[in-house]
């Protein structure tokens, strides 16, 4: 009789990978907690007269530059962490031509969404401190 169960290959990850992915999990929870928690976030808000407003699906709410300033921190950091861990995946599986093509897409992929968001919060950072 044949065994019915899937076996899975064994992986390792390296302290490096844990690292990278610890870190990535700790910035984006950051900033998802701090959003939450706050009523917004800076990437979704506005500078007015000297005013800083934290927004979220259209609603603003008046916060200090130093809050301002952390959220849109926390949104620029977090996507260039995650694209550091995507990156690193490719050493958990067996390198294959076809894992090789596949994260090469999946990192290029995830740079430019990354990349597309830390702008637009770099832009909320220029906006807070100058």
Same mark, same amino acid.
């Given at each position: 009789?044949?065994?019915?169960?899937?076996?899975?290959?064994?992986?390792?990850?390296?302290?490096?990978?844990?690292? $990278?992915?610890?870190?990535?999990?700790?910035?984006?929870?950051?900033?998802?907690?701090?959003?939450?928690?706050?009523?917004?976030?800076?990437? !979704?808000?506005?500078?007015?007269?000297?005013?800083?407003?934290? !927004?979220?699906?259209?609603?603003?709410?008046?916060? !200090?530059?130093?809050?301002?300033?952390?959220?849109?921190?926390?949104?620029? $950091?977090?996507?260039?962490?995650?694209?550091? !861990?995507?990156?690193?995946?490719?050493?958990?599986?067996?390198?294959?031509?076809?894992?090789?093509? =596949?994260?090469?897409?999946?990192?290029?992929?995830?740079? =430019? $969404?990354?990349?597309?968001?830390?702008?637009?919060?770099?832009?909320?950072?220029?906006?807070?401190?100058?």
């Amino acid at each position: 009789m044949h065994s019915t169960r899937i076996h899975f290959p064994k992986l390792t990850f390296s302290k490096k990978f844990l690292v $990278i992915w610890a870190t990535a999990f700790v910035t984006f929870a950051s900033f998802i907690v701090t959003g939450l928690s706050w009523g917004g976030a800076a990437l !979704g808000g506005k500078v007015e007269d000297g005013k800083y407003f934290l !927004g979220e699906h259209g609603k603003f709410r008046e916060v !200090g530059r130093g809050y301002y300033g952390v959220s849109a921190a926390l949104s620029a $950091i977090w996507p260039p962490a995650l694209v550091l !861990g995507v990156s690193q995946m490719r050493g958990v599986f067996p390198a294959t031509p076809d894992t090789r093509k =596949l994260f090469l897409v999946i990192t290029i992929f995830s740079s =430019l $969404i990354a990349a597309a968001f830390s702008i637009t919060s770099l832009i909320c950072l220029w906006r807070a401190f100058t």
